[in-house]
């Protein structure tokens, strides 16, 4: 593993302490495990994909995993403008190209997992408005390079401004150990759909979930 670099997260902390106290008391987060080994916490370099159902989800995730620091990977647009490029880069998010994905950007998340970071990203490749869009293949090569497990995650939509946020969490994934560390492309986009078909399972159980409460 390459030397660790070391980061200045104190604009992230600020920010997210002083306006993460009244977040928890407002969205009440509250998360559900697909099983007992979900519950495990999240160490080391680990990739967190989720659905993209609105532009608050990152919020979201910040909110329901709570106790690890999320390095999002968000496109390069977010970046223009001074304030917002200086903002989105104490937030240490991770730019890319989606018209152009470079080897340059892949070693920069990689880079990120290496040191032991957990990078946050939205595999559908943009807002899906709560129905799920197919998988990019891209977080498989993310987690071959890297060696890292991916852990999906699915947020439950909020149909108000005041509904509860609540998350459900799956199980690790290893891409290595399921397909191994040189695998074939078709076996690249066979991991893809497998990845899509757990985030599916965690919406099956957020909609569940949800028409049980609705019951009640």
Known sequence: MAEKIAKTYIVYDFIYITAGIPGVIFFRPKNVY???????????????????????????????????RHHFVCLDSFFEGRFRGWLFSQFHCIPINRENFSMAQLKRITGELDQGRMVTMFPEGHVSGGQLSPFKSGVILMALRSGKPIVPVYTL?????????????????????????????????????????????LQEMAEEYAARREKH
């Open 34 to 68: 697909a099983s007992p080994e979900a519950k495990e916490r999240i160490k080391g370099g680990a990739i967190v994909t989720a659905n993209h159902s609105g532009l608050f989800d990152p919020v979201y995730l910040m909110m329901s995993i709570r106790y690890r």
């Open 157 to 201: 939509p909020r149909k108000h401004w005041y509904s509860r946020l609540v998350t459900f969490i799956g199980e690790k994934y290893s891409v290595v150990d399921d397909i191994g560390q040189r695998p074939a492309m078709g076996k690249i986009d066979e991991a893809a759909r497998k990845l899509e078909a757990r985030e599916k399972a």
